[in-house]
């Protein structure tokens, strides 16, 4: 009977561990967070305002911004420049499934990280500030290095082409 006792003592406070620690894809996302802290991103969890194939209204999105910001400002950088995974009417395409608000120019490898990743990225901001990839976390530390350099190779983006 002691035994049993013990025993049921045990499972109930092994019980209470398991209870309180964090579910695997939490795990996953704390070590993503800390990888990309490492990497000197820096994460957030925010809101966009994504426009619609019109531009007639926005729809708001809650999602993780994984950001790197420049040490000074661009002064050279006025415009705030969105990179989408969808059409909208006025943007312009660089690549298969990605528009961009603003005539920009990027390298092949660039662009090859946008499309491999068009299923999990919502949206990509430039801005004079720096550079915020909006993505819902799904990947491992491989994707977390790629989106690095995509970050890396838009911080070289320093102006905008104007066309006409």
């Given at each position: 009977m002691?035994?049993?006792?013990?025993?049921?003592i045990t499972l109930s406070l092994m019980g209470s561990a398991l209870w309180?620690?964090?579910?695997?894809?939490e795990r996953q996302r704390m070590s993503l967070r800390m990888q990309a802290r490492k990497l000197?991103?820096?994460?957030?969890?925010?809101?966009?305002?994504?426009p619609d194939k019109?531009?007639?209204?926005?729809?708001?999105?809650?999602?993780?911004a994984y950001s790197h910001y420049r040490l000074k400002p661009l002064v050279s950088l006025s415009e705030t420049i969105w990179i989408?995974?969808?059409e909208v009417w006025k943007y312009r395409s660089i690549t298969e499934g990605w528009w961009t608000s603003e005539a920009i120019d990027?390298?092949?490898?660039?662009l090859g990280i946008l499309e491999k990743y068009t299923s999990i990225l919502s949206a990509v901001k430039i801005t004079a500030d720096g550079v915020f990839c909006y993505w819902d976390e799904r990947g491992d530390e491989a994707v977390l290095n790629e989106?690095?350099?995509?970050?890396t190779a838009l911080e070289a983006?320093?102006?905008v082409a104007h066309q006409k």
């Open positions: 002691t035994a049993l006792i013990v025993i049921f309180i620690m964090p579910p695997k894809k000197g991103i820096t994460v957030q969890l925010t809101s966009i305002d994504l019109w531009d007639k209204s926005k729809n708001r999105q809650k999602t993780v989408l995974p969808f990027l390298d092949l490898k660039t989106l690095s350099q995509l970050i983006i320093s102006s």
